[in-house]
């Protein structure tokens, strides 16, 4: 019986590479010594670990025979989502996090074919509600942009 490496099992390892990669830098963040038990390097190393513990899941479980393949639909959706993401990375700087924000979530709703007024609804509500958690609640203010304070 021949034995294929799937994807899957690339992927996994590639992320257990990364992760190694990961929690050797996370050595290097200075321990704290504000009375913390767990200190700063805590949360990278839980990170990088739980990384390590899925992607060995991932190579240890028993692969479908079959796998399905993926409709090219569903593959233009996921094309389309990481490019409004790259966009919205780009866009950020520049124009600020109301209009990069809206434009993400408008993109993202559209793509998953939401009628476009709810759409339009929906952004426009997420990007209310985070900007309000965030300079609100959690009072963090956004950076200036090349356009200036727009919000």
Do not use: K, N
């Not at 990961?22 to 010594?33: E, F, K, M, P, R």
């Not at 919205?88 to 709703?109: D, K």
């Amino acid at each position: 019986m021949r034995h294929v490496l799937g994807i899957d099992r690339v992927v996994a390892l590639i992320c257990i590479a990364v992760a190694g990669l990961y929690l050797s830098a996370s050595l290097g963040i200075a321990q704290g010594s504000f009375g913390d038990p767990l200190g700063p390097r805590a949360f990278p190393q839980i990170l990088g670990a739980l990384l390590i513990l899925f992607s060995i899941i991932t190579l240890v479980q028993p692969s479908p025979r079959q796998a399905p393949a993926t409709p090219l639909a569903t593959l233009v959706a996921i094309a389309i989502c990481a490019a409004l993401v790259l966009g919205f990375i780009l866009l950020l700087p520049v124009v600020g996090y109301a209009a990069t924000s809206f434009l993400l979530f408008l993109g993202f709703l559209l793509t998953l074919r939401e009628p476009l007024r709810l759409a339009l609804l929906y952004a426009a509500g997420l990007t209310l509600l985070f900007y309000v958690v965030f300079t609100v609640l959690l009072q963090t203010y956004f950076p200036p942009t090349m356009l200036g304070r727009i919000f």
